[in-house]
């Protein structure tokens, strides 16, 4: 009998303590692990502070994050996730990604149209976009041409990235372009690198490698994202980014919804608060990423920056995502056996 | 020492329960996946693997830049703990300490300093062109040169240290005693030496090359995706291709490769008692 007095006040205290915990709602974030910092403090404390609810963030590579994503189908663990254009449509065909209810993205209209609807459905939307192009040594060589970075003035100190990451394909591209070619049959291009590979001080992975290689003075030329620009520009090397004739490569991130999270209220809300002017603007201050609602404006030392405007994104020659997952298996396939020697 | 052998055993189960559930198990299903094709047992994913001419490549390319090593390492090694066990025991104490210093290292950090040297700009480029020996930088970086040498500084001291240790319990008269009977430093190694000291030169060997095979860091950052090696494919298998299964074909031929190397090279020891 005595004990009862105890048990009840143990069992307030527990409810106490749980009951904060259960009341709070949780939402999933799958990121890029890049910024993490900035972007606390520009997208998932305030929304935290806007909805009352808790931001569980998981970062880590596409590959990593796709796969979790799959072998959490019966049972989402992730509720919204951020991946490349191409890997969006990869999910999509495997029937793991939402379709998406535009009428509860009031930032919708506000998106540029190639950011509406990137892979078809209504099953993602673009966030960012960022360009790609050639930055070099503006002391020791002049960059005009995607054909330039298998010329002679590169020779030897020339890199590119390599097939398996998102900048490999939108070079191969390029190239292509620049020697007459169309297309995505890139056999010959593949032929044309395998033809200069000693030329070619190395294929990088990851751009932090190559802002380390060019600050050496190992490497001169070579493509690279936009988004790793910030790196080039803080250097005491004169860089410069070049406007090739044949324009520059370009390439979109999305944000999407997994399918039967059971958490699509709170998702939407997340969705709708990153398009949104008030964070888009805030990203973009915040040099993290450039943006894809067209409402946001910025000053002309930011778009700099950035890949910013309508008439630079609607300019870029970007890979369709449809295309990219068709033909990477094979582009791999032609890049090993020609190219790695 | 025990008072029954259950004692013993009771002492060695923690860590049998330690290694059997937390590596053994979960290599096996790693390792057993490369082994399944359709829910059945197959050989069928070696013979794709093996039939690549990429993967052929990288096979061979890591076997080669394995045994340069581990020979490279062997001849220096000898060298090195020759003049060792040779000094005084406190400078034996102070150069071993430097032997052993670099293990202590990062090997990230060690490989980046590669970067440095090798380079361009770096010493060995700018020693070539002071020397006359060529007008431009010649490209270091990024070739099996490279790898070659990042492995050697990475895996020398353990080679270093495993032959000292094994001529450490040479006869001190022995050398002179072949000496006096006439026996010139080429015999001297060949029919002293290096029978005396096996031992040691198989551990270091294996040490060597096994760990030549698995390295990565080095590799990855001296070599680059040019210079693929089977531990760099691995990880470019799985991280960029989510593919397990050529992960755990590419991880079981690592292995073998591994008992491989011991069993050889414990082979040749023996062979020539």
């Known amino acids: 009998m005595k004990k009862t007095p105890h048990l009840s006040a143990l069992a307030i205290l527990a409810a106490s303590v749980a009951m904060p915990a259960m009341a709070q709602e949780t939402l999933t974030i799958s990121v890029y692990a890049l910024a993490q910092d900035a972007y606390k403090a520009a997208l998932y404390d305030p929304f935290e502070k806007l909805c009352g609810c808790k931001l569980v963030i998981e970062t880590g590579n596409s590959v990593e994050r796709m796969a979790k994503i799959e072998a959490n189908a019966a049972d989402p663990v992730i509720d919204v996730a951020v991946i490349s254009a191409h890997d969006a449509l990869a999910l999509a065909r495997k029937d793991l990604i939402a379709d998406l209810d535009i009428s509860k993205i009031s930032s919708y209209d506000a998106l540029y149209p190639a950011a509406q609807d990137p892979i078809g459905g209504h099953k993602a939307l673009g966030y960012t976009f960022y360009a790609s192009s050639i930055v070099y040594r503006s002391d020791l060589v002049k960059i005009e041409s995607w054909g330039d970075l298998l010329g002679n003035a590169v020779k030897g100190r020339v890199a590119l990235p390599n097939i398996t990451g998102t900048q490999g394909p939108l070079t191969l591209d390029m190239i292509n372009r620049a020697a007459g070619r169309s297309g995505v049959d890139f056999t010959q291009t593949i032929n044309d690198v395998a033809t200069h590979a000693d030329d070619i001080v190395t294929f990088y992975s990851r751009s932090s490698e190559l802002v380390q290689l060019m600050n050496q003075e190992e490497v001169i030329a070579a493509p690279v994202g936009r988004f790793a620009w910030g790196s080039f520009a803080k250097s005491n090397l004169p860089f410069a980014w070049a406007e090739p004739k044949e324009g520059q490569a370009g390439g979109m991130n999305v944000i999407l919804m997994t399918k039967g999270n059971g958490n699509e209220d709170l998702a939407y809300k997340f969705i709708d608060y990153w398009l949104s002017d008030e964070v888009q603007t805030r990203v973009a201050e915040a040099k993290i990423d450039s943006p894809a609602n067209k409402n946001v404006v910025v000053s002309d030392e930011l778009a700099a920056s950035l890949t910013y405007g309508a008439e630079l994104i609607n300019s870029l020659q970007i890979l369709a995502p449809a295309d990219i997952i068709d033909n990477r298996d094979a582009w791999v396939e032609q890049w090993n056996n020609k190219v790695i020697k | ?273």
């Open chain 2, 1 to 273: 020492m025990f008072h029954n052998r259950n004692e013993g055993l009771a002492l060695a189960l923690p860590a049998a329960i330690f290694t059997g559930l937390l590596f053994l198990l979960p290599v096996g299903i790693l390792l057993s996946e490369a082994f399944q094709v359709d829910d059945g047992w197959s050989l069928m994913g070696y013979v794709d693997f093996a039939k690549k001419p990429l993967n052929q490549k990288v096979f061979l390319r890591t076997l080669k830049l394995g045994a340069l090593v581990a020979m490279t390492a062997a001849i220096i090694g000898y060298a090195a703990a020759f003049c060792i066990t040779n000094l005084d025991s406190k400078a034996r104490g102070r150069v071993f300490g430097l032997v052993v210093l670099p293990l202590m290292i990062s090997p990230v950090a060690r490989t980046y300093a590669w970067i440095v040297i090798l380079g361009r700009t770096g010493i060995v480029n700018d020693a070539i062109m002071g020397l006359g020996l060529s007008d431009t930088p010649i490209r270091i970086l990024f070739t099996e040169t490279a790898v070659f040498l990042g492995l050697l500084q990475l895996f020398l001291p353990l080679m270093i240290i495993s032959l000292v240790s094994a001529m450490e319990n040479l006869p001190k008269d022995a050398i002179p005693a072949a000496r006096v009977l006439g026996a010139n430093w080429f015999q001297v190694f060949t029919k002293v030496i290096l029978p005396l000291t096996k031992e040691g030169l198989v551990m270091g060997g294996t040490l060597v090359f096994t760990g030549s095979l698995t390295a990565y860091i080095t590799p990855a950052i001296l070599g680059g995706s040019k210079v693929l090696m089977l531990e760099t494919l691995l990880y470019q298998r799985v991280n960029v291709a989510n593919d397990f299964v050529s992960a755990g074909i590419i991880a079981t031929i690592l292995i073998g490769m591994s008992f491989s190397a011991n069993l050889l090279l414990k082979r040749i020891a023996t062979a020539r008692k």
